[in-house]
Each structure stands twice: as structure tokens, then as C-alpha cells.
């Protein structure tokens, strides 16, 4: 991805290679081009880079901006391809187990839910079992138990599995949607605390096979799982 930005404040040949200096330095820049006499940027990256995060990497006197490009339609582009994979999982359970509600008389919500955590602990935990080593090394990272018991992360990946044969099979409900509801509340914890602090570190939901950044998007996944037990619960009490 190559990105021209408009650079203002640069007077000088040491301007020049201060500014580059200082691109070179943000995450995800391969390479920079800077010109003052046309008072422009040329920035190749791996990942479109927020323009906030380039105008922190400058000294005062330099101000960017983008002149060529949308960075709202970027930024879109970019979150889109980070996170495909999550997208296109939560889009084909929800075509599959929509479809399913076909073959009755009229649209079971309770059984549609059942048949949608069925989906998504399988293939959840499928991903987690491709590589469960690197699963539980990333996992450990952040969950709260997982950080005191580190055996926990591999435990957690059974369990997921373990709660996605439950629910295919509608065993025990109340016992289904009680676990399910304690497992998912306790994880989001971690979840919340490592978005809150921003910190930098791999979401491990789909194991260690794609690199997805923990963001609000893990923080959802999880609170979709608690909201669907924590609702299924309620029918059942």
C-alpha cells in the first residue's frame, strides 16, 4: 500500500531527514520518500496507518495530512480486511442455522440461538485446536485465569469444544447455558481490560492461524455469547 501525503513545515535538507527518520520509525512503514520542495510524503506500508498515528511520530513543527486519498474509506478498507475471517465465520453460522429455521412452521428463536453457539464453539474451537500450542501462548496473554493457571488455555479450547457438542445436541440446557455464561463472562474480562489499556497483542479466538488484533470486535463476540445464554437461562429458570 503506497500513500502521497501533504508534509507543511519543512524548510531545509535536515527537515527532510527528520521527517523521514521519523516515518521510517512507525509500525507497519516500509518505506518513505519526502520532498520539501513539494512538500510531500510517499509512504509505502504493510497496513494502512491512521493519520493520527503519523502526526504523532512528527515534532510540532511538521503537520500532515492526506490529500489524495480518503482515510475514513481507507480506515474501512482496512478494518474490513483485518477482519474478514471473523466476518465470513459469523456470516456463514447465521446463513446456516437461518436456513435451518425453513424446515419448521415458524422461526424457533430459542432453537436458532442453540444452533448458532453450536456453530460458533465448533469452528472456534477448530481454529484453537489447528495449533494449540500457539492458541494457549496467546491466550495466557491476556485472560485473567489463564495468567494465574496457564493449563487453563488448553482446558478453555476442550471447553469450547465440549459446549459446541452440548449445544448441537441440546444437552442439558440449563447446565449448557450456566457454563457458557460463567466461561464467556470471566473471558471477556480479560478481553475489556486489554482494550481499555490498548494494549498491542493478538485476540487468540481463532487460535494462532490469523493474526487478528484484539479490539471491540473480541469485546463483542464474547458479550453475544453471555447475551444468548444469559437470555436462554432466562426462558429456562
Not at 88 to 106: E, G, H, P
Not at 128 to 138: H, I, T, V
Request: proline fraction near 2%.
Amino acid at each position: 500500500m503506497v500513500h502521497t501525503y501533504q508534509v507543511t513545515g519543512m524548510t531545509c535538507s535536515s527537515c527532510e531527514a527528520k521527517v523521514k527518520s521519523s516515518l521510517l520509525m512507525v509500525e507497519n512503514v516500509v518505506s518513505v520518500e519526502v520532498s520539501k520542495d513539494e512538500n510531500s510524503a510517499t509512504i509505502t506500508m504493510d497496513k494502512h496507518i491512521p493519520l493520527d498515528r503519523l502526526q504523532n511520530a512528527l515534532a510540532e513543527k511538521y503537520h500532515i495530512s492526506a490529500q489524495q486519498h480518503s482515510e475514513l474509506a481507507e480506515q474501512t478498507k482496512g478494518w474490513l480486511a483485518t477482519y474478514k475471517p471473523i466476518l465470513l465465520i459469523f456470516f456463514y453460522i447465521s446463513l446456516v442455522t437461518l436456513l435451518v429455521q425453513f424446515a419448521n412452521d415458524r422461526f424457533d428463536v430459542m432453537q436458532w440461538m442453540r444452533h448458532f453457539m453450536a456453530g460458533f464453539f465448533l469452528v472456534f474451537s477448530f481454529f484453537k485446536m489447528l495449533n494449540l500450542k500457539g492458541f494457549a501462548e496467546s491466550y495466557v496473554m491476556y485472560d485473567v485465569v489463564a495468567k494465574r493457571l496457564p493449563a487453563w488455555a488448553y482446558i478453555y479450547a476442550f471447553t469450547e469444544l465440549a459446549l459446541g457438542i452440548a449445544f448441537l445436541i441440546n444437552f442439558n440446557p440449563l447446565i449448557t447455558n450456566g457454563v457458557t455464561f460463567t466461561v464467556m463472562s470471566i473471558s471477556i474480562v480479560g478481553v475489556l481490560q486489554s482494550v481499555l489499556n490498548k494494549k498491542k497483542i493478538q485476540c487468540a479466538c481463532l487460535g494462532a492461524v490469523f493474526n487478528l488484533p484484539m479490539s471491540t470486535v473480541t469485546i463483542i463476540e464474547d458479550a453475544l455469547m453471555i447475551a444468548m445464554s444469559g437470555w436462554m437461562l432466562l426462558n429456562l429458570i
